[in-house]
């Protein structure tokens, strides 16, 4: 949609709401003149997408021509799910949610990165084993992060790290110096960026340019660093994670996010010592947030502009 092109005024809704249920009422309370399906995602029929204006949600419909909809939003971080080799319609409008992400997920890296100074899980099993077995913990103040993307969700990182006396680089694809970072690196100088570091993050977008960019070969050339992924599971070759953790590259990973979720049950990552996983929460979209965003875009679409929240197709964000 360009910026002078005529207004539109969509009305039919289709929300995916699994999760997020409740969206739909709240959607309805503020625009009663829209027509609104909510449904659970593995409700949603061909016959629902061909029948909506705009879909809402995380992921795309189980089923469908959800591809060529004029209009998507995605309430999600990341929209990967809907514009990463997926034959998205070049013509379709794809928005993204005005949430901000980066103080929930800085958290979640915070506490992942004191479960491991403090040693917590170690003596969780001991607890459960009745043992009583001194060790100091290790000190969080001056070690130093890495975070891959400087967006909203890796300066909410930076921020959380900072607060407890870490210190905090990143790296982007042009390497732009971004506050709060202290040194900003290109994707370029990646190994460079990552030599000393304790802790490694990745908060990119997932796009043609950073799939697998955590590859083996940056993965085995770390040195002792612990890996955190709040990004997307393809940022990094996650079958090279166990060779990395084990040859002592990596001392550890907490991952919220898999290249497909849940991992398979064979995966060996379920079963690793140095491994923390958890179920894609570190960052949750809330009901008024995702309201907010699509009402703020819809508002756009009325008046004939291109929303603001609007996606690159070309950039992937």
Request: proline fraction near 8%; hydrophobic fraction near 40%; aromatic fraction near 8%.
């Amino acid at each position: 949609m360009h910026s002078s092109q005529a207004a539109w005024f969509p009305r039919r809704i289709l929300i995916s709401h699994t999760l997020h249920e409740g969206l739909g009422e709240v959607l309805k309370g503020t625009r009663p003149d829209l027509e609104v399906r909510a449904l659970d995602a593995a409700d949603i029929s061909a016959t629902d997408v061909q029948w909506a204006h705009v879909f809402v949600g995380f992921r795309p419909p189980p089923q469908g021509p959800w591809q060529e909809l004029r209009w998507i939003h995605c309430i999600g971080a990341g929209v990967d799910a809907f514009a990463f080799r997926t034959g998205l319609s070049p013509g379709t409008l794809l928005t993204r949610t005005s949430e901000d992400f980066g103080p929930m997920i800085g958290e979640y890296c915070a506490a992942r990165a004191l479960a491991v100074t403090q040693h917590l899980k170690r003596f969780a099993a001991d607890q459960e084993a009745r043992l009583w077995k001194p060790q100091h913990p290790t000190t969080f103040r001056g070690t130093r992060a890495v975070v891959v993307g400087t967006g909203a969700v890796g300066r909410g990182i930076a921020n959380a790290f900072q607060g407890l006396g870490g210190w905090v680089d990143g790296i982007s694809r042009s390497g732009t110096p971004q506050p709060p970072f202290t040194t900003v690196y290109p994707v370029s100088r990646f190994l460079e960026a990552v030599a000393g570091a304790r802790w490694l993050i990745l908060a990119c977008p997932l796009t043609e340019d950073t799939f697998h960019l955590v590859n083996r070969d940056r993965l085995l050339a770390c040195r002792r660093v612990y890996l955190m992924n709040v990004g997307r599971g393809a940022l990094v070759d996650e079958t090279a994670i166990p060779e990395a953790l084990d040859s002592g590259a990596l001392v550890g990973c907490a991952l919220d996010v898999f290249e497909r979720e849940p991992p398979p049950p064979d995966s060996p990552l379920w079963n690793h010592p140095e491994v923390t996983i958890s179920p894609h929460i570190s960052g949750l979209t809330t009901i008024p947030g995702a309201a907010e965003g699509f009402l703020t875009c819809l508002a756009e679409v009325e008046a004939g502009r291109r929303p603001a929240l609007a996606v690159d197709p070309i950039r992937g964000y």
